[in-house]
């Protein structure tokens, strides 16, 4: 009190307060306490256990938000287990296990499907589907599969179905086809120079004398098998590359050759049976043209279907960006 008298007494006089000493103490401690605050304050916002329990309570506003905004809507749309369902999730549990389900059983399969349409209704209410990309698209999954079920394809007629064939014809031709065996040489083993001059003088061998043998038996162990029947060349090129298919269905037919490089090693080749590429008729092969003929009608009406929703929206790029 007197020092605010003596305060007061400076004004009056003209005196500045810096001259006061007990004026000029209070406010060097109020200044010092400010600090002091400040800094305490500056270092807590720093540590992460602060950081967490204020996101805490934001996340829990918002859900009291949402929650006081939802219950009504909650509790006009009820979770109904039907009858039907009830015997869904039974015949499910029978088909899984067995055998049917206890009493016991069958309240927890209820109650599991009672929580997860809770969950997924809250999830709704909470907006989570909206930024998830793997939700998204698994409805997007969903909507193109209810569309495709409503659609229907009718009968193609004779004349569709040869005018389609024709129109396809590549697609229908069957390829050159050989069968063939062959001795392997592995290059691991010996070095691929070493591997050439064993497979070249073995084919020297095979060449001066006609003898019976198994392929298996000459050569190094091979993991797939020794002979192959009626392949075409992209079956061979898929099993040991196109390099060695390429060769292979250049060679005579008969007689062994090589050596033949593939993606395994070194091979004696010999090609025992040539079959020639021919085009099927549409007879021969209706069952799949028509399943083929399905598909192209089924896609055609799939694009047309979106492309109709597609008008219902309209779609915005951003300043600066153009349509892809």
């Known amino acids: ?33 400010t600090s002091k605050l400040l800094l305490m304050i500056s270092r807590l916002l720093r540590e992460p256990l602060v950081h967490f329990l204020i996101l805490g309570a934001v996340l829990f506003c918002i859900s009291i938000m949402v929650n006081q905004g939802d219950n009504k809507e909650k509790e006009d749309v009820p979770v109904a287990i039907t009858h039907g369902r009830i015997r869904q999730l039974r015949e499910t549990f029978t088909a899984q296990r067995g055998r049917s389900p206890t009493e016991e059983e069958l309240h927890e399969i209820v109650e599991d499907r009672i929580r997860e349409e809770i969950l997924y209704r809250e999830a709704m209410h909470l907006g989570l589907d909206r930024d998830d990309t ?40 069957q390829p050159d086809r050989v069968s063939f065996a062959h001795i392997y040489f592995s290059t691991d083993r010996r070095g691929i120079v070493e591997t050439e001059k064993t497979a070249q003088a073995l084919l020297s061998d095979l060449r001066k004398e006609s003898i019976s ?6 050569g190094d162990p091979f993991l797939l098998q020794y002979d192959y029947q009626q392949y075409s060349e992209q079956e061979v090129a898929e099993l040991f590359g196109n390099d060695f298919a390429r060769a292979v269905f250049s060679l005579k037919t008969g007689e062994w050759e090589g050596p033949v490089l593939s993606s395994y090693g070194i091979h004696l080749v010999r090609v025992f049976e ?36 597609r008008e219902r929206y309209e779609v915005v790029f951003e300043k600066g960006e153009s349509a892809p």
């Open 1 to 33: 009190m007197n020092n605010n008298l003596e305060g007061a007494d400076a004004l009056e006089r003209g005196r500045p307060l810096s001259q006061t000493p007990h004026v000029m103490s209070e406010v060097d401690n109020c200044c010092g306490t």
């Open 134 to 173: 793997i939700i998204r698209r698994r409805l997007a999954q969903k909507m193109q599969f209810l569309y495709e079920d409503l659609l229907t394809v009718k009968d193609p007629t004779d004349s569709e179905l040869q005018q389609y064939f024709t129109a396809h014809a590549d697609c229908y031709r």
């Open 274 to 309: 040539r079959l020639e590429g021919r085009m099927p008729s549409l007879a021969d092969i209706r069952s799949e043209v028509e399943n083929d003929w399905r598909y192209a009608r089924r896609q055609e009406t799939n694009v047309a279907a979106y492309q109709r929703l």
């Open 213 to 218: 043998f198994e392929p298996s038996d000459l």
